[in-house]
């Protein structure tokens, strides 16, 4: 039995004591009143009256207390786990060294194809056989928690690097749980401070590193460490502390470079170089996207005017910002007082998913466009959103996803690049292959007709000092 199934239990009996004593003693000196203090009993309006109270009370007070024992109840109705809001409270008190959070991925997926009987009962039979799990493993006071649909909070007296392989065993163990396959994802955090509401938010950050490729790191960190991190992430951005690094596109009509896209990443005192895929989560997640990006907009427009007429740089900028009226007015405000030619910034976007409102996205896309700054789709092919918004949208590069060039051996491979590059040649578009690696790549690119190349294979990134050297 689970431990939250324990508590919910004795927490019930504590409350059915304390709604029985009281009335068992009211029901007692009413009784001692009317029936016992005299030797006959006579039924009038009075004796009528304090029989017809005592029933009301003890219906209201039975009522009141099934209210507050609903509202109160320590468990997730659907998996018996604690609730969220349980969870915590357990976890003030009994301050455990590590805390685990467990995500099955493909939730959303199961839910469209599975009814809710299915589901639910998937996720009550997932809880149950980590609960067995962790008890075969020696930790049978963890607490395990529902966080909101598929994700699982674990507290665990226990801080070790034996908390990994426990739950990749388990993942392992149970892929196919009630004919289901599960995608998991799962990151820990020891020495737990004292906000451990703010440790499970970092749990998310964890995650997040997880799916941008990051497991051979590992996925259990110190609680002190990642506090450190978000301290660091905050002050170099609130200092505007941006190291830029520029990749060289080879142009290969001319054989020479004439555009440029910047990698960042941010620099703290505390911590040195912090890279983006370490510190954008944190970021986005304080809500700090459009200063970031902003940020970065201010920076190259700083560096442009520095730098010779012919070159053009090309860099990330998050959808939500470009959607974001007020970041809108600064980025065409410092675009018009920087008096630099608006065709040498190229914004790179690149979205999993088709923006639900695709026609207002656009005409947003088509204002940057007005002021004569050019936009690129970045890793296209990679999501079904690639394609959708090319049939509404004319891009004026497009640059393919890595998987087309480092897999260019592949038959279907090379044929699907040779198809979509000549796609875009006839909708005009330049076309970008980057992760260039070696002088086999590069030869096959430019067979097939791409535009610009990039990677180790064409040339080192530079500084922006080096930059400057060349250019100015």
């Not at 009962?121 to 997932?126: D, E, K, R, V």
């Not at 020495?191 to 990051?214: A, C, P, Q, R, W």
């Not at 970031?292 to 907009?297: E, H, P, Q, R, S």
């Not at 005409?363 to 002021?371: D, H, M, P, S, V």
Request: aromatic share 10%; proline share 2%; no cysteine.
């Amino acid at each position: 039995m689970l431990l939250s199934e324990l508590d919910e239990r004795e927490r019930r009996f504590k409350l059915a004591m304390r709604a029985g004593i009281p009335i068992v003693l009211l029901i007692f000196l009413v009784l001692y009143s009317t029936f016992f203090k005299s030797d006959t009993f006579h039924f009038s309006m009075e004796t009528g009256f304090l029989m017809g109270a005592l029933v009301f009370i003890t219906v209201y007070f039975i009522y009141f207390l099934m209210e507050l024992s609903v509202k109160e109840t320590l468990i997730d109705q659907t998996t018996q786990g604690f609730n969220q809001k349980a969870f915590i409270e357990k976890l003030h008190k009994y301050k455990p060294k590590t805390i685990v959070l467990l995500i099955i991925k493909n939730l959303s997926t199961i839910s469209e194809n599975y009814s809710t009987k299915s589901v639910d009962l998937l996720l009550y039979n997932i809880i149950h056989k980590l609960d067995e799990e962790l008890t075969a493993s020696g930790l049978e006071r963890a607490l395990i928690a529902r966080r909101y649909g598929a994700e699982f909070l674990i507290s665990l007296d226990k801080n070790s690097s034996d908390i990994q392989s426990i739950f990749e065993n388990f993942i392992e163990h149970n892929r196919v749980v009630d004919g289901i396959e599960l995608d998991y994802a799962f990151a820990a955090i020891t020495n737990t401070g004292k906000s451990l509401e703010k440790d499970i938010v970092h749990l998310k950050d964890l995650i997040s590193l997880e799916e941008k490729g990051t497991k051979k790191q590992g996925r259990i960190k110190d609680a002190k460490e990642i506090s450190t991190t978000e301290e660091g992430i905050v002050q170099a951005l609130n200092e505007k502390n941006l190291l830029l690094t520029f990749r060289p596109l080879l142009n290969t009509k001319t054989n020479g470079v004439d555009i440029y896209e910047i990698s960042v990443k941010l620099t703290s005192d505390k911590i040195g170089n912090i890279l983006p895929k370490v510190y954008l989560p944190i970021i986005n997640r304080l809500g700090l996207g459009r200063e970031y990006d902003i940020a970065l907009v201010k920076h190259v427009l700083d560096l442009l005017p520095l730098i010779d007429e012919h070159i053009s740089f090309s860099f990330n900028l998050s959808p939500f910002s470009l959607r974001d009226e007020k970041f809108q007015e600064k980025f065409f405000r410092y675009l018009e007082e920087s008096r630099v030619n608006p065709s040498r910034l190229i914004i790179e976007l690149y979205e999993r998913k088709t923006h639900h409102n695709l026609s207002g996205y656009l005409k947003t896309l088509n204002r940057f466009r007005a002021k004569g700054v050019r936009i690129a789709i970045d890793n296209f092919g990679s999501s079904n959103a690639s394609m959708e918004y090319m049939k509404h949208f004319k891009f004026d590069l497009v640059q393919f996803d890595r998987d087309y060039v480092t897999n260019l051996d592949d038959t279907n491979t090379h044929a699907m690049l040779n198809s979509m590059v000549k796609m875009s040649k006839e909708l005009n578009i330049t076309t970008v292959a980057k992760w260039v690696d070696n002088a086999s790549q590069m030869q096959t690119l430019k067979t097939i007709g791409l535009d610009y190349l990039q990677g180790f294979g064409i040339a080192k990134p530079i500084s922006e000092t080096a930059l400057i050297e060349t250019y100015n």
